[in-house]
């Protein structure tokens, strides 16, 4: 007979990894005439997993609403079978998901085709992007001073860093206008073809998405919390084949803004 801790051990077996000792379930679970011991744990094992679902539509909400059930739902369950939640918050649950949808990508020839295929994961990946921008620390109950603009050229070993809210994201879709129609409930509209760059950020707890410049993607990748700034700027300038004046000019109108808003911060 198995005690408390190991029938609960035996229990998440079963009901998170399918592991059914068939032995053990007799011992532990009585059938019925309707219902046999087997089919009683698969109520368990099958409500279980439903849930789950209901997670991963609800994290990924914008992309369960473009592909609808019939094809989100076995993209899911797939995801669910290959890596079986093993930690205690469901924050972690669809984490890989961006990931596994990249894994599991038909390979095709078809240039036009293989872009297509690559909207899921894309739209996945910013989506999760969205989620860790609500988990993270942010900076609403910091006192951020203002950056004097001035004083950025007389400072040439500052440090940025990104917040841990903020992330920089390549796409070769046009998500705005999808997260926006998501925002307010309206109808998504289905993403046009345009690369651009993305940055997810929070700003007074909302969550935000704007499309960047080239150089601007280039600086934030940049800002790693170790390089000085004007050492990154001059990368993004020979990265964008920018006059190096120009962009110290935009930099330092725009740098300001980014760190009220909480999108970097000085760290050094």
């Known amino acids: 007979m198995l005690n408390l801790t190991e029938l609960q051990h035996w229990f998440g077996l079963a009901v998170i990894r399918r592991e059914l000792d068939p032995d053990l379930l007799h011992q532990t679970v009585v059938g019925t005439e309707q219902l046999s011991a087997q ?41 669910l079978a290959a ?6 918050t469901l924050f972690e649950l669809g984490r890989d998901f ?36 609500i988990r993270g620390k942010g900076t609403e109950r910091t006192s951020i001073e203002a950056l004097d603009a001035s004083l950025l050229l007389f400072q040439p070993d500052w440090v940025f860093q990104l917040a841990d809210t903020s992330f920089v994201f390549d796409s070769d879709f046009d998500f705005v206008p999808c997260i926006d129609a998501l925002d307010q409930q309206k109808t998504i509209p289905f993403p046009s073809y345009r690369p651009q760059s993305l940055l997810v950020y929070r700003y007074g707890y ?28 001059r990368q993004v300038a020979d990265q964008c084949q920018l006059d190096s004046g ?10 300001p803004e980014a760190v009220q808003k909480g999108i970097v911060a000085v760290v050094g």
């Open 246 to 255: 120009e962009l110290m000019a935009r930099l330092i109108t725009w740098l």
């Open 98 to 133: 961006p990931a596994f949808l990249t894994a599991t990508r038909p390979a095709v020839n078809d240039p036009e085709q293989l872009r297509g295929m690559k909207m899921p994961e894309q739209l996945a990946q910013l989506e999760r992007y969205r989620v860790m921008s």
């Open 39 to 79: 089919q009683r744990m698969g109520i368990y094992a099958e409500g279980y997993r439903l849930r789950l679902l209901e997670c991963m539509r609800a994290e990924y909400s914008c992309l369960y609403a473009l592909l609808g059930e019939s094809m989100f739902d076995p993209f899911a369950m797939e995801y």
């Open 206 to 233: 909302r969550i935000r998405l704007q499309r960047l410049e080239p150089w601007q993607a280039a600086f934030l990748q940049g800002c790693d919390g170790q390089a000085y700034w004007q050492q990154v700027q």
């Open 83 to 88: 890596r079986p939640s093993n930690s205690h």
